[in-house]
């Protein structure tokens, strides 16, 4: 099971590289291609598309990896359990929150799967399924610190930060 969530890691970084350096080609490769009075009349929409599943999935993945944004400066002079224990309610909150995501965005990709993109032959609801696909991928990976909490909570010399599922090693 560890070496498939290993691939699942891996894959879902070189989607949102790859999703990434394909924005930056086709913006650059637009902006050249509008000096000789051709530029590609779908990029906007190809850009929009790309940069809904990118923003998602780096999310999942700055997740995965402990680089979002943290403020532990009110917990960190708590004994480590209580630290724990408020990490397993944040990550609770959040499980709700990206629940919520998922629902909602399941219900707006419905909406808007009869819009079709202006210059594209495809439908709107790809972008707006991004948040449903991605705020489960972000519950999966909650779920996975979660249950490494839990695990390694009766050892008070483990933080979460030192988990780090994409290298698949413990970060001192």
Same mark, same amino acid.
């Given at each position: 099971?560890?070496?498939?969530?290993?691939?699942?890691?891996?894959t879902?970084?070189?989607?949102a590289a790859?999703?990434?350096?394909?924005i930056?080609?086709?913006t650059f490769?637009?902006?050249?291609?509008?000096?000789?009075?051709?530029p590609?009349?779908?990029?906007?929409?190809?850009?929009?598309?790309?940069?809904?599943?990118?923003?998602f999935?780096?999310?999942?993945?700055?997740?995965?990896?402990?680089r979002?944004v943290?403020?532990d400066?009110l917990?960190?002079?708590?004994?480590?359990?209580i630290q724990?224990?408020?990490?397993?309610?944040?990550? +609770? &909150?959040m499980? *709700? /929150?990206?629940?919520?995501? #998922?629902?909602?965005?399941?219900?707006l990709?419905?909406? !808007?799967?009869?819009?079709v993109?202006?210059?594209?032959p495809?439908?709107?609801?790809?972008?707006?399924?991004?948040?449903?696909?991605?705020?489960?991928?972000? +519950? &999966?990976?909650? *779920? /996975?610190?979660?249950?490494? #909490?839990i695990k390694?909570?009766t050892?008070?010399?483990? !933080?979460?930060k030192?988990?780090?599922p994409?290298?698949e090693?413990?970060?001192?």
């Amino acid at each position: 099971m560890k070496k498939l969530y290993k691939i699942y890691c891996k894959t879902e970084i070189a989607l949102a590289a790859a999703g990434f350096f394909a924005i930056i080609v086709l913006t650059f490769g637009n902006a050249v291609l509008r000096l000789f009075n051709h530029p590609i009349v779908a990029n906007d929409e190809i850009c929009s598309l790309l940069f809904a599943w990118v923003s998602f999935m780096g999310a999942d993945i700055a997740l995965r990896s402990n680089r979002l944004v943290g403020m532990d400066i009110l917990t960190m002079n708590l004994p480590i359990r209580i630290q724990k224990i408020l990490q397993l309610i944040v990550y +609770i &909150i959040m499980m *709700v /929150i990206m629940g919520m995501f #998922v629902y909602q965005g399941t219900g707006l990709a419905k909406l !808007n799967w009869a819009r079709v993109f202006n210059s594209l032959p495809m439908s709107y609801g790809w972008v707006t399924l991004s948040l449903a696909v991605c705020g489960l991928m972000m +519950i &999966i990976s909650l *779920v /996975i610190k979660a249950a490494v #909490v839990i695990k390694e909570f009766t050892n008070d010399s483990f !933080n979460i930060k030192m988990h780090d599922p994409d290298n698949e090693k413990e970060v001192a």
